[in-house]
């Protein structure tokens, strides 16, 4: 008679935990909650086909719905499913951008991809699923980093376009802008051209005379201008203005690379909004893989200048170094001289 009601306890604890794993797989709006699953997934598409498959390291039951937005996501039928680690192949349209729900008994996290497709393009990324220090998230479709846009093709445009970006500022210099103008979606208002020119500072030297080592020296000198010659600075304000209008945005920053004063610009946004430092510098060196295959041939040509075709720690800490040495520390910096709203700022961009 105990055995009896031993193994209907048992049988009865079980049903209750199956009933609990069902109940947290239950979603009717897109989230990012339990525990932290955001890291265990990505989605990867193909540059030249825009198609999307899942990357996933999952030891249990995984569910994935979609939309055309994250407010938009469908949670009537899911666009896969499944149990354990793989890559699968996500029946999406090509053509347009789609943000997706992954939920798991343990937690659930929105996803899109971070690197977008672009046939013409090598370095354009969406801030959004940063996770900042305090535990939240940065929006997806809102904040975009790129490098240079005229040579993106009309398939590109056409996938951008699904985004509705709104606004661009354009970061490269009247000359840059000439020789390679931009092609821009449709859904696209204004083209702010905010020149940031930081003394023209490896104009002025014989670069290919220059050793490798005295190249970084010229890069972390030109991130210091950045954060600190009047002109630079002035129109990071400008950026930050746009950024918290709410009428310009979603919006796109760029410049040649996508890599320094854009990369600035993407380390300043992410300080702002609370992410780590170490965070921020992983992001800021992901520049190297996204343009190992644009500047490889200039590299094999002139390996000496291989620094101004890439990115380093320390070209990025020399700038902010010198922040936090004329102002106390990056915060102080935003908020102070670039006129950023912190409290606003995350309250607009963080889920």
């Known amino acids: 008679m105990i055995m009896k009601k031993i193994i209907l306890s048992l049988l009865v ?23 932290d699953v955001s890291g265990e997934a990505s989605i990867i598409r193909n540059k030249e086909t825009k198609s999307a498959e899942l990357h996933i390291q ?6 994935l719905y979609a939309g055309s937005s994250v407010e938009d996501i469908d949670f009537s039928k899911p666009v896969a499913e499944g149990e354990g680690s793989g890559t699968f192949s996500l029946n999406v349209p090509d053509s347009i951008r789609t943000y997706f729900q992954l939920v798991t008994p343990e937690g659930k996290a929105i996803l899109a991809e971070r690197h977008l ?21 940065i929006k997806w479709g809102k904040i975009f980093r790129s490098d240079d846009l005229h040579t993106l093709t009309d398939d590109d445009l056409n ?14 210099s009247p000359d840059e802008i000439k020789r390679s103008p931009d092609r821009l979606p449709a859904s696209v208002k ?14 002025a030297k014989s670069l290919t005379d220059l050793k490798e080592s ?12 950045l954060v600190s010659d009047t002109s630079c600075v002035n129109k990071y304000k400008d950026f930050f203005t746009l950024l918290q209008e709410e009428k310009d945005v979603p919006l796109m920053f760029h410049c040649s ?15 702002a ?79």
């Open 117 to 137: 497709p672009m046939t013409g393009g090598y370095n354009f990324r969406d801030l959004g699923g940063i996770k900042t220090s305090d535990g939240k998230y």
């Open 58 to 63: 999952s030891s249990g039951k995984w569910i």
């Open 190 to 203: 204004t083209d702010y051209a905010y020149s940031i020119t930081p003394g023209n500072l490896l104009a």
């Open 214 to 225: 005295q190249m970084d020296s010229a890069m972390m000198e030109m991130n210091v201008l």
């Open 257 to 271: 690379a996508g890599k320094d004063r854009t990369g600035m610009g993407a380390a300043l946004v992410l300080f």
């Open 159 to 172: 996938y951008l376009s699904s985004i509705s970006l709104v606004s661009i500022v354009d970061f490269r």
């Open 13 to 35: 604890m079980g049903s209750v935990m199956i009933s609990c794993k069902d109940s947290n797989m239950k979603i009717d709006k897109a989230q990012y909650s339990g525990k």
């Open 273 to 351: 909004l609370g992410v780590d430092e170490n965070t921020i510098i992983d992001d800021y060196l992901s520049s190297n893989t996204y343009l190992g295959d644009k500047y490889a041939q200039y590299i094999a040509q002139n390996p000496n200048l291989k620094p101004l075709f890439q990115v380093k720690k320390d070209f990025l800490m020399a700038g902010i170094d010198q922040i936090k040495k004329d102002h106390g520390s990056v915060e102080n910096y935003l908020t102070d001289v670039l006129g950023v709203d912190i409290q606003k700022f995350r309250e607009k961009y963080l889920y």
